[in-house]
Protein backbone atom coordinates (compact mmCIF):
# COMPACT_ATOMS: atom_id res chain seq x y z
CA UNK A 1 0.00 0.00 0.00
CA UNK A 2 1.14 3.84 -0.85
CA UNK A 3 1.77 5.69 1.91
CA UNK A 4 1.26 9.45 1.51
CA UNK A 5 3.97 11.52 3.91
CA UNK A 6 2.65 14.91 4.53
CA UNK A 7 5.18 17.98 5.75
CA UNK A 8 3.94 19.48 9.01
CA UNK A 9 2.43 23.02 8.72
CA UNK A 10 3.02 25.69 11.60
CA UNK A 11 -0.64 24.07 12.62
CA UNK A 12 0.56 20.93 13.78
CA UNK A 13 1.33 20.72 17.15
CA UNK A 14 4.73 20.29 18.15
CA UNK A 15 7.71 22.91 19.21
CA UNK A 16 7.26 26.87 18.11
CA UNK A 17 10.03 28.04 15.59
CA UNK A 18 11.64 31.14 17.11
CA UNK A 19 9.48 33.01 14.53
CA UNK A 20 6.75 31.54 15.82
CA UNK A 21 7.01 31.87 19.66
CA UNK A 22 7.77 35.70 19.04
CA UNK A 23 4.02 36.07 17.46
CA UNK A 24 3.06 34.15 20.33
CA UNK A 25 4.54 35.52 22.81
CA UNK A 26 2.98 38.97 21.44
CA UNK A 27 -0.32 37.74 21.34
CA UNK A 28 -0.21 36.60 24.67
CA UNK A 29 1.04 40.07 25.94
CA UNK A 30 -1.40 41.72 24.10
CA UNK A 31 -4.37 39.58 25.82
CA UNK A 32 -2.94 40.18 28.93
CA UNK A 33 -2.70 43.59 28.97
CA UNK A 34 -6.82 43.53 27.79
CA UNK A 35 -7.51 41.34 30.56
CA UNK A 36 -5.79 43.15 32.94
CA UNK A 37 -4.99 46.83 31.82
CA UNK A 38 -2.67 49.25 33.53
CA UNK A 39 -4.91 51.55 35.79
CA UNK A 40 -5.20 54.73 34.64
CA UNK A 41 -5.69 57.95 37.45
CA UNK A 42 -6.47 61.32 36.61
CA UNK A 43 -3.76 64.17 36.56
CA UNK A 44 -1.69 61.35 35.88
CA UNK A 45 -0.39 63.07 32.14
CA UNK A 46 -0.25 59.22 30.84
CA UNK A 47 -1.63 58.96 27.10
CA UNK A 48 -4.78 56.28 27.15
CA UNK A 49 -5.89 53.65 25.54
CA UNK A 50 -9.86 54.19 24.20
CA UNK A 51 -12.08 51.68 22.39
CA UNK A 52 -13.21 53.09 18.89
CA UNK A 53 -15.44 50.96 17.49
CA UNK A 54 -13.86 47.64 17.51
CA UNK A 55 -10.60 49.13 17.89
CA UNK A 56 -8.32 50.40 20.60
CA UNK A 57 -6.74 53.55 19.92
CA UNK A 58 -4.06 55.60 21.62
CA UNK A 59 -5.17 59.18 22.92
CA UNK A 60 -3.37 61.60 24.64
CA UNK A 61 -5.01 63.81 27.60
CA UNK A 62 -4.48 67.55 27.25
CA UNK A 63 -2.28 69.14 29.77
CA UNK A 64 -4.15 70.89 33.22
CA UNK A 65 -7.25 69.05 31.64
CA UNK A 66 -7.01 65.15 32.48
CA UNK A 67 -8.44 65.88 35.86
CA UNK A 68 -12.09 65.22 35.48
CA UNK A 69 -13.47 62.14 37.50
CA UNK A 70 -16.04 62.00 34.24
CA UNK A 71 -14.83 63.94 31.42
CA UNK A 72 -11.16 64.64 30.07
CA UNK A 73 -9.88 66.29 26.44
CA UNK A 74 -7.82 63.76 24.45
CA UNK A 75 -6.36 64.65 21.17
CA UNK A 76 -6.52 60.58 19.39
CA UNK A 77 -2.78 60.12 17.89
CA UNK A 78 -1.30 57.25 16.03
CA UNK A 79 0.42 54.43 18.34
CA UNK A 80 3.98 55.16 17.34
CA UNK A 81 3.88 58.02 17.78
CA UNK A 82 6.56 60.35 18.14
CA UNK A 83 8.23 58.74 15.00
CA UNK A 84 8.22 60.90 11.91
CA UNK A 85 6.69 58.08 9.69
CA UNK A 86 4.14 57.73 12.45
CA UNK A 87 2.59 61.27 11.82
CA UNK A 88 3.02 60.96 8.04
CA UNK A 89 0.93 57.78 7.90
CA UNK A 90 -1.57 59.19 11.06
CA UNK A 91 -1.85 62.52 8.62
CA UNK A 92 -2.94 59.93 5.69
CA UNK A 93 -5.13 58.18 8.26
CA UNK A 94 -7.18 60.47 9.45
CA UNK A 95 -5.34 61.15 13.42
CA UNK A 96 -4.11 64.69 12.67
CA UNK A 97 -6.34 67.51 12.64
CA UNK A 98 -9.72 66.04 14.70
CA UNK A 99 -8.07 68.36 17.71
CA UNK A 100 -9.35 68.02 21.42
CA UNK A 101 -12.15 65.46 21.82
CA UNK A 102 -14.44 65.50 25.15
CA UNK A 103 -13.74 61.76 26.31
CA UNK A 104 -15.79 60.00 28.96
CA UNK A 105 -13.26 58.53 31.35
CA UNK A 106 -15.76 55.23 31.69
CA UNK A 107 -14.54 54.30 28.12
CA UNK A 108 -10.92 54.65 29.36
CA UNK A 109 -9.40 50.64 29.23
CA UNK A 110 -6.33 52.24 31.28
CA UNK A 111 -3.32 53.55 30.55
CA UNK A 112 -1.57 53.18 26.83
CA UNK A 113 0.97 50.40 26.33
CA UNK A 114 2.40 49.32 23.11
CA UNK A 115 0.92 45.73 22.85
CA UNK A 116 -1.95 47.75 21.84
CA UNK A 117 -1.13 48.91 18.55
CA UNK A 118 -1.79 45.09 16.80
CA UNK A 119 -5.70 46.48 17.22
CA UNK A 120 -5.62 49.85 15.92
CA UNK A 121 -7.04 51.36 12.81
CA UNK A 122 -3.55 52.11 11.93
CA UNK A 123 -2.57 48.42 12.36
CA UNK A 124 -5.50 47.52 9.95
CA UNK A 125 -4.41 50.11 7.24
CA UNK A 126 -7.51 51.62 7.85
CA UNK A 127 -9.07 55.53 8.38
CA UNK A 128 -10.12 56.31 11.61
CA UNK A 129 -13.91 57.06 10.89
CA UNK A 130 -15.12 60.08 10.85
CA UNK A 131 -17.65 59.94 14.04
CA UNK A 132 -15.32 58.31 17.11
CA UNK A 133 -18.31 59.07 18.86
CA UNK A 134 -16.24 62.12 20.68
CA UNK A 135 -17.74 65.77 20.00
CA UNK A 136 -15.16 68.21 20.23
CA UNK A 137 -13.62 70.36 23.16
CA UNK A 138 -11.91 72.85 21.82
CA UNK A 139 -11.39 76.33 23.32
CA UNK A 140 -13.23 78.29 25.65
CA UNK A 141 -13.70 82.48 27.24
CA UNK A 142 -13.31 82.79 30.96
CA UNK A 143 -14.63 86.60 31.91
CA UNK A 144 -12.26 87.26 34.85
CA UNK A 145 -13.44 89.93 37.58
CA UNK A 146 -11.06 91.43 39.93
CA UNK A 147 -11.70 93.36 42.86
CA UNK A 148 -10.54 96.09 45.23
CA UNK A 149 -8.90 93.96 47.56
CA UNK A 150 -6.85 91.53 45.22
CA UNK A 151 -9.26 88.80 45.05
CA UNK A 152 -10.46 87.76 41.89
CA UNK A 153 -13.47 85.10 40.55
CA UNK A 154 -15.09 83.84 37.21
CA UNK A 155 -18.11 86.07 35.92
CA UNK A 156 -18.88 83.81 33.07
CA UNK A 157 -17.55 80.68 31.15
CA UNK A 158 -18.50 80.42 27.21
CA UNK A 159 -17.01 77.15 25.45
CA UNK A 160 -16.82 74.88 23.85
CA UNK A 161 -15.63 76.73 20.61
CA UNK A 162 -15.09 74.63 17.75
CA UNK A 163 -12.57 76.90 16.33
CA UNK A 164 -10.01 79.69 17.75
CA UNK A 165 -11.20 82.23 15.53
CA UNK A 166 -14.51 82.27 16.70
CA UNK A 167 -12.98 82.53 20.50
CA UNK A 168 -11.20 85.14 19.38
CA UNK A 169 -13.49 87.00 17.94
CA UNK A 170 -15.67 86.74 20.87
CA UNK A 171 -12.65 87.93 23.62
CA UNK A 172 -12.41 91.07 21.43
CA UNK A 173 -16.78 91.44 21.20
CA UNK A 174 -16.95 91.29 25.34
CA UNK A 175 -14.05 93.15 26.28
CA UNK A 176 -15.80 95.87 24.36
CA UNK A 177 -18.84 95.49 26.00
CA UNK A 178 -17.27 95.31 29.25
CA UNK A 179 -15.58 99.01 28.34
CA UNK A 180 -18.87 99.95 27.08
CA UNK A 181 -20.61 98.89 30.66
CA UNK A 182 -18.08 100.38 32.77
CA UNK A 183 -20.45 102.56 35.07
CA UNK A 184 -18.80 105.73 36.12
CA UNK A 185 -17.05 105.55 39.11
CA UNK A 186 -17.43 102.03 39.16
CA UNK A 187 -14.54 100.74 41.40
CA UNK A 188 -16.03 97.07 43.14
CA UNK A 189 -14.20 94.89 40.19
CA UNK A 190 -12.71 95.09 36.80
CA UNK A 191 -13.46 92.11 34.33
CA UNK A 192 -11.88 91.12 30.99
CA UNK A 193 -12.81 88.31 28.80
CA UNK A 194 -9.63 85.89 28.68
CA UNK A 195 -9.23 83.10 25.88
CA UNK A 196 -8.88 79.53 27.90
CA UNK A 197 -8.58 76.10 27.22
CA UNK A 198 -12.29 74.46 27.51
CA UNK A 199 -12.11 72.58 30.70
CA UNK A 200 -14.37 69.73 29.97
CA UNK A 201 -14.50 68.18 33.45
CA UNK A 202 -15.97 71.42 34.54
CA UNK A 203 -18.21 71.03 31.65
CA UNK A 204 -21.60 72.59 33.14
CA UNK A 205 -20.65 75.83 34.62
CA UNK A 206 -20.10 76.96 30.39
CA UNK A 207 -22.65 78.36 28.49
CA UNK A 208 -23.22 77.51 25.05
CA UNK A 209 -21.44 80.28 22.60
CA UNK A 210 -23.73 79.04 19.51
CA UNK A 211 -27.29 78.48 21.30
CA UNK A 212 -26.58 81.57 23.20
CA UNK A 213 -26.24 85.59 23.04
CA UNK A 214 -22.92 86.59 24.59
CA UNK A 215 -23.97 89.98 25.01
CA UNK A 216 -26.92 89.16 26.95
CA UNK A 217 -25.09 85.94 29.07
CA UNK A 218 -22.45 88.74 30.43
CA UNK A 219 -24.98 91.48 31.29
CA UNK A 220 -26.50 89.37 33.22
CA UNK A 221 -23.32 88.17 34.90
CA UNK A 222 -22.11 91.45 35.54
CA UNK A 223 -25.25 93.14 37.03
CA UNK A 224 -25.41 90.21 39.46
CA UNK A 225 -21.88 90.52 40.49
CA UNK A 226 -22.39 93.90 40.89
CA UNK A 227 -25.57 93.06 42.98
Keep these: MKRRLFRRCGHTPGPFSSEDQVVVDAYRAMLAALRDPELWTPGSAQD ?36 AAAYLQGRKLGYTGRGWLRCETAAILGVWQ ?21 PPAHYGIHVEARCEDDTSHTLLRLGPYT ?29 R ?28 AVEGARA
Design 114 to 134: PVYATLTHAAAGLDLPDDVGM
Design 48 to 83: VALRVGPFVERAHPRPGDDHGPDLIAVALIHPDTPQ
Design 163 to 191: QTRHAEYDVRFLNAELEGRAAPGESRFTA
Design 193 to 220: AVGAPFDVSSHESYSDPYANDAAELLAV
